[in-house]
């Protein structure tokens, strides 16, 4: 006996944080939370980073201060092509955004997995108290070419596993090549 189950497209999306109904919802990290997603471009087990390079781009596409873009190109760190999601926007869009706007790839990122980080605030700003909270949707794209860097990157190329240990990565950007099995 073969049973058919239909599933519904989901039409609604409930955001369970905030402060204005204690009974029902959850309180959120007193140092925020971050929706991000990340697209990890790979040429055969090389993987895309990029040195950013302070842009007027980076705030508004990028999900970064150009404070901390500078901060970032001047401890000489990498990235992952990432940003934080856009109000409203699923993380299906934004992985599309990130892979064509903001990397300059070309192809259709997959769906990998999500990732949870909860770190103290102090890690990256001694006066913050509390925890930040890192959901993380990782997605995954197999491209042939280097992009030509956009005018927020320095530089972009693919990276060697071995040789990613020994460069300096963006906070959290490490973690989720490790989680996600690349490293």
């Known amino acids: 006996m073969m049973i058919t189950v239909r599933v519904a497209?989901?039409?609604?999306?409930?955001?369970?944080?905030?402060?204005?109904?204690?009974s029902s919802l959850f309180h959120t990290p007193s140092a925020?939370?971050?929706?991000?997603?990340?697209?990890i471009a790979r040429r055969d087990s090389s993987i895309l980073l990029g040195h950013p390079r302070v842009?007027?781009?980076w705030p508004e596409k990028g999900g970064y201060p150009k404070k901390?873009?500078?901060?970032l190109e001047r401890e000489g760190a990498w990235l992952l092509p990432a940003t934080h999601l856009l109000m409203d926007e699923p993380p299906d869009q934004a992985a599309r955004r990130i892979t064509r706007e903001w990397a300059g790839l070309k192809g259709a990122p997959k769906f990998k997995?999500?990732?949870s980080h909860l770190r103290?605030?102090?890690?990256?700003?001694?006066?913050?108290?509390?925890?930040?909270?890192d959901l993380c949707f990782v997605y995954e794209l197999r491209s042939r070419d280097c992009p030509k860097p956009k005018p927020w990157w320095s530089e972009?190329?693919?990276?060697?596993?071995?040789e990613i240990r020994r460069m300096n990565l963006g906070r959290g950007h490490l973690d989720i090549l490790e989680e996600a099995g690349y490293i």
């Open 55 to 57: 842009h007027d781009g």
């Open 9 to 22: 497209p989901v039409t609604k999306r409930w955001a369970r944080l905030g402060r204005d109904n204690a």
């Open 156 to 162: 972009m190329r693919f990276v060697q596993p071995s």
């Open 32 to 39: 925020g939370v971050c929706l991000s997603v990340f697209v």
């Open 120 to 133: 103290p605030a102090r890690l990256w700003n001694p006066k913050l108290k509390g925890n930040h909270w």
């Open 68 to 71: 901390r873009v500078l901060e």
């Open 113 to 115: 997995m999500i990732q």
